[in-house]
């Protein structure tokens, strides 16, 4: 058993930034896969961003293209917390943002792989 509980969500300018929490508890998560998603109005879940634990090497991370060099995806397996810092914030990155855990490393951007879910934080991008 274990939640997963976002926040930092909240309304920002064009060109501004956030950075949103995932905090675990129930269980640990440091050795898990772990995303984010995101879902705008009227519109499907999309990958947003990943990153996969290997006992044999650092940490990897995944990226859609439409955040690629604006998000950054880490860690805090001591607080049990991961984290999406969000820059270059535009109206089309407004959706609700949830993370994910327990993924397949194989298929990174595939939800149907992750196993827990967190409710989601609201992000909303004025221009």
């Known amino acids: 058993q274990g939640q997963l509980v976002e926040s930092g969500g909240g309304l920002v300018q064009a060109g501004g930034s956030l950075r949103l929490s995932c905090a675990a508890s129930?269980?640990?998560?440091?050795?898990?896969?772990m995303a984010w998603f995101r879902q705008a109005p009227g519109k499907e879940r999309e990958f947003v961003a990943a990153?996969?634990?290997?006992?044999?090497?650092?940490?990897?991370?995944y990226y859609a293209d439409s955040v690629k060099g604006r998000f950054t995806i880490s860690r805090d397996n001591a607080k049990n917390t991961v984290y999406l810092q969000m820059n270059s914030l535009q109206p089309e990155d407004t959706a609700v943002y949830s993370c994910?855990?327990?993924?397949?490393?194989?298929?990174?951007?595939?939800?149907?792989?992750?196993?827990?879910w967190g409710q989601g934080t609201q992000v909303t991008v004025s221009s």
């Open positions: 994910a855990a327990r993924g397949s490393a194989a298929h990174v951007s595939d939800q149907n792989t992750y196993l827990f």
């Open positions: 990153i996969t634990w290997t006992s044999w090497s650092a940490d990897r991370t």
């Open positions: 129930g269980r640990t998560f440091s050795s898990d896969n």
